[in-house]
């Protein structure tokens, strides 16, 4: 299996669980947009796919306003 999930009818088998990631940020500056990136380290995971750029990884922006 590997991330990001793309729903139940790409997925192979019904046991498969979205993953939970809990991240704290501290010290973001308001009113300025950051662009985050996590990804997945691990043997046989690959984060680099140039056909599938969100393989193995998730990327968002987060901006905190006053």
């Known amino acids: 299996h590997y991330f990001p999930y793309y729903g139940k009818k790409a997925q192979v088998g019904p046991s498969?669980?979205?993953p939970l990631v809990a991240v704290k940020f501290l010290n973001i500056t308001r009113n300025v947009e950051v662009k985050i990136v996590c990804k997945?380290?691990?043997a046989g995971i690959t984060f680099d796919n140039v056909h599938d750029p969100y393989e193995g990884k998730v990327e968002?922006?987060?901006k905190i306003e006053d």
């Open 16 to 18: 498969y669980s979205n």
């Open 40 to 42: 997945i380290i691990g």
């Open 60 to 62: 968002f922006k987060l």
